[in-house]
């Protein structure tokens, strides 16, 4: 087997007990640290490419020509065994992984993590805001290693956009978005309602600079009060490590009174109307 590293070859990985363990995260419904684990224990002895590729757009698009040759020297290794069989297997994969680079090609983030097996049981895909170090390998285990350096460096954490009538919570592994909801404030029950779907709340809250340079309303802090229970149970659901505050600062400072998990950053910006991905951009940055 063979691991190819921003064009030095390493040495290969050595033979472990066999797992053969089917890992699909969506359909799984797994958190990022579940499916991590489970990639530790994987195993296909037919080969794995794992790929880590900066796919942040340039003019001159240099992550294909990255993605070219990264896999063509994995497959001139492998040619020089003249394993026949084996280079079919390689073939399998890389082209499925060809595919799959075109079309999302459009939806490239920073960077793209790939784990792919040669009997289709292991399947992942991760978009992410962070860039990575370039990476391509062919192994009968998944090669996880820059994986759990960056978990390390930004743990499962959540990301709480706040406005005076709306928030979005983001959970967020790696920078890339596990799951998002969306909370809006009915003002004649004095709730806040749950939505998965943006589109389906009733129009969106924005910021009045000249009411927030007041004291903050009594209703506004009251229905600020009422949320932090709703995300300090996200937060221990999705096992967060901390969060990130996006809004004006006086609703942050608000409703973190109440808020039980630590704050690793506040960004002082009204993002509510950004994509995820803008949003998780500005975090990060």
């Known amino acids: 087997m063979f691991t190819f590293m921003d064009m030095r070859l390493l040495v290969p990985y050595m033979n472990h007990k066999i797992f ?7 359909e799984n419904n797994m958190t990022f640290a579940e ?12 080969g794995i490419i794992t790929l880590y590729l900066n796919t942040l757009r340039t003019r001159n698009s240099e992550w294909k020509l990255r993605l070219k040759n990264g896999l063509k020297k994995l497959q001139e ?10 280079l079919k297997d390689y073939l399998q994969v890389k082209n499925k992984i060809i595919k799959e680079m075109k079309e999302q090609q459009l939806k490239l983030q920073k960077s793209i993590v790939i784990i792919a097996s040669a ?11 962070l860039e990575v170090e370039n990476e391509f390998h062919w192994e009968k285990t998944p090669v996880i290693s820059q ?16 406005q005076q009538k709306e928030i979005l919570a983001i959970d967020m592994n790696l920078g890339e978005v596990s799951e998002e909801s969306y909370f809006t404030l009915d003002v004649d029950k004095g709730n806040w ?22 004291k903050l309303d009594v209703n506004l802090i009251r229905s600020l009060k009422d949320i932090a229970p709703i995300i300090n149970q996200l937060a221990k659901n999705k ?24 704050l690793i950053k506040v960004i002082p910006k009204n993002l509510l109307n950004q994509s995820t991905q803008q949003i998780i951009g500005e975090v990060l940055t």
Do not use: A
């Open 239 to 262: 096992k967060w490590k901390g969060i990130y505050m996006v809004g004006h600062p006086e609703l942050v400072e608000e409703i973190m009174k109440h808020i039980k998990i630590g």
């Open 147 to 162: 994986l759990d350096r960056i978990q390390k460096k930004f743990p499962t954490s959540g990301i709480i956009v706040v």
């Open 193 to 214: 309602v749950k939505y998965n779907d943006p589109s389906s709340s009733e129009g969106r809250s924005f910021i009045s600079k000249k009411h927030l340079g007041d």
């Open 20 to 26: 053969n363990i089917l890992i699909f995260k969506e």
């Open 119 to 129: 009997d289709d049981r292991i399947w992942e895909v991760h978009h992410l805001q």
């Open 35 to 46: 499916s991590l684990e489970q990639l530790r224990n994987s195993r296909c002895e037919r």
């Open 77 to 86: 290794y492998i040619e020089v065994r003249g394993n026949q069989t084996e």
